[in-house]
């Protein structure tokens, strides 16, 4: 199957519609409840989950009245706050509980807004459980893409990134022989146009501050190295059935064009939009309709004009490893994945420069055997095998 296939259109078989929204307690998860407030006569919600923010879990439950919630951090199962949570809500612990919110009979739709490749079970059971899924964890379709998309059913895999979103809705009504490319924008982060020696110093508080979207720390990292940009490089290959080199990376500071679709006639569609991730969740939950705005409406005579770069793939050696290991394929996206997410958290601990996450991803990227992908199982030992490495490749560099 391929992604102009999901593009038929998805005709719910009820109203309202059913959801889970996983990783409930971040910053996709909350924006996620802001659409199912404004819409609470098309959505219901009935499914909650947290890595381990038990109070913001009650916060939402005792507001929207969930049949399900679940706490992926075990080790909170004893806070008095649970105490609070509604009447006949079912409360379980556990990585495998939030797993099991994604094949619930009474779930249409699950939201994936876990963060990192710990998200990839819970969208692997959600697509065969024949639910829709509107994912924001792209780590998941990064490195289990040759798994997940023959499981996904027309219409019901929706993507929530920004970028994504925008191309999905370009691709609306096209056929995918007239696609010639894809330009996938990007902010730039907070460091566009510094030079790779200016950024050896650079603090975790610098890097943190995002010049356009509020993002969870993680990603807005992952923004500054421009390894966010290469994970949906790799993504857009597997959503869109595209050459990993037919996937230009335009650099866009004002974050208002979401990304473009070039065609083979030279004629571009676009998608525009305001900086806020209400609008792509709230077309992943309304998709094929579209509902009144979310997120505030962009006055386009009072904007700012909107300016163009190239991606320096040089200074920002992140985004070039992603694109080798998206031509690559196999598990080393996985590997590459991995050894991203412990050196993105090493630097945000302040335990590595800014650059030692490029090395430390490049030496796992070098030390890693590709392998074709077979099994959720087995991306699970290639991702542990990765952090380990990673671990020890942190200890090399910087000494």
């Not at 507001?63 to 679940?70: L, Q, T, W």
């Amino acid at each position: 199957m391929t992604i102009f296939e999901d593009l038929a259109p998805r005709r719910a078989a009820q109203r309202p519609l059913r959801v889970a929204v996983l990783g409930c307690s971040g910053s996709i998860g909350r924006q996620t409840l802001d659409v199912c407030r404004r819409h609470a006569d098309k959505v219901r919600v009935v499914a909650l989950s947290v890595n381990a923010s038990t109070r913001a879990l009650v916060d939402a439950a005792r507001e929207f009245r969930p049949a399900h919630v679940a706490v992926a951090d075990a080790t909170r199962s004893s806070d008095p706050v649970l105490s609070e949570l509604p009447d006949g809500c079912e409360l379980a612990f556990g990585p495998e509980a939030v797993t099991g919110l994604a094949e619930l009979d009474d779930v249409d739709m699950v939201v994936n807004a876990l963060v990192g490749f710990a998200g990839i079970h819970a969208g692997f059971a959600a697509l065969a459980a024949g639910k829709s899924l509107a994912y924001a964890n792209k780590e998941s379709i990064v490195c289990g893409g040759d798994l997940m998309m023959p499981l996904a059913r027309p219409g019901r895999l929706l993507p929530v990134d920004s970028e994504h979103s925008a191309i999905y809705q370009c691709l609306v009504g096209e056929r995918p022989e007239d696609v010639a490319r894809i330009w996938l924008t990007c902010s730039g982060g907070p460091f566009y146009g510094r030079r790779r020696d200016e950024l050896a110093d650079v603090s975790a508080e610098r890097a943190l501050a995002h010049p356009t979207w509020s993002m969870g720390a993680k990603i807005t990292i992952d923004s500054a190295t421009l390894m966010n940009k290469g994970l949906e490089v790799i993504e857009a290959h597997h959503l869109f059935q595209r050459p990993v080199d037919d996937i230009r990376v335009l650099v866009h500071p004002q974050s208002k064009i979401h990304s473009m679709v070039e065609f083979v006639d030279g004629t571009v569609k676009a998608q525009l939009g305001s900086s806020d991730m209400r609008g792509p969740i709230q077309y992943a939950l309304s998709y094929p309709e579209r509902w009144e705005a979310s997120a505030r409406r962009v006055d386009w005579c009072a904007e700012d004009p909107l300016t163009f770069g190239e991606a320096d793939e040089g200074t920002f050696g992140c985004l070039a490893l992603a694109r080798e290991a998206g031509r690559a394929g196999g598990t080393l996206p996985c590997a590459m994945n991995a050894a991203n997410e412990v050196a993105n958290e090493a630097f945000r601990q302040g335990l590595c420069g800014f650059l030692d996450i490029e090395r430390v991803v490049a030496r796992v990227m070098e030390r890693t055997a590709v392998e074709r992908v077979d099994s959720v199982a087995q991306l699970d030992e290639v991702d542990a095998r990765a952090r380990e490495l990673a671990r020890a490749t942190l200890m090399e560099v910087v000494r």
